[in-house]
């Protein structure tokens, strides 16, 4: 596991293991048999966003961080949760100490739709169905700020979870 640290945003990768694939090809000329033995392997790697912490006024504010992927498996899903808070009125909301903003953090890969990050399930920001090699995704972070904020960094941290559907 690794956690990068932006500013007073964090991020943290969590790569789920994948059972290992076998591979048998009909027998090439001379009666050969072919085949062999590939372990499972996912990687994800992030790279470090900045810019989400203070807010001056009321408005939109945004940052994003790239998402590369790598799996030997089809059927990978990359997502995004709250690594701080399981339950309560903080999850998937910037705080600073015990102030927290009125709208949750949200996210998105590309152009699709904004996800509010305070669901109590994990938003599914994209799914490949193909073997990765480096693959990135542009992950998107944008935070509502309404009324005046504090003055103090606002924080969250943020766990990026790589997953294959396979069991």
């Known amino acids: 596991m690794r956690a990068i640290r932006a500013g007073i945003l964090t991020l943290g990768v969590l790569a789920v293991a994948a059972v290992p694939a076998r591979a048998q090809v009909a027998p090439v000329d001379g009666g050969t048999n072919v085949g062999g033995f590939v372990d499972s392997y996912m990687e994800l790697s992030l790279t470090q966003p900045s810019g989400l912490s203070k807010f001056k ?13 790598t799996a030997t498996l ?21 705080a600073a100490g015990s102030k927290r903003l009125k709208d949750p953090l949200e996210a998105r890969v590309g152009s699709a739709a904004f996800q ?38 606002y924080r969250k941290v943020l766990w990026a979870t790589l997953s294959s559907e396979m069991p």
């Open 57 to 69: 006024k009321a408005g939109t504010y945004s940052t994003s961080f790239t998402a590369s992927a």
């Open 74 to 94: 089809e059927g990978t899903q990359l997502s995004l949760a709250d690594g701080e808070v399981a339950s309560g009125s903080k999850v998937g909301f910037m």
């Open 116 to 153: 509010p990050l305070d669901a109590s399930v994990d938003p599914l920001l994209m799914r490949w169905n193909k073997i990765l090699a480096h693959e990135d995704a542009k992950v998107t972070l944008r935070q509502k700020v309404r009324g005046k904020p504090s003055t103090k960094p």
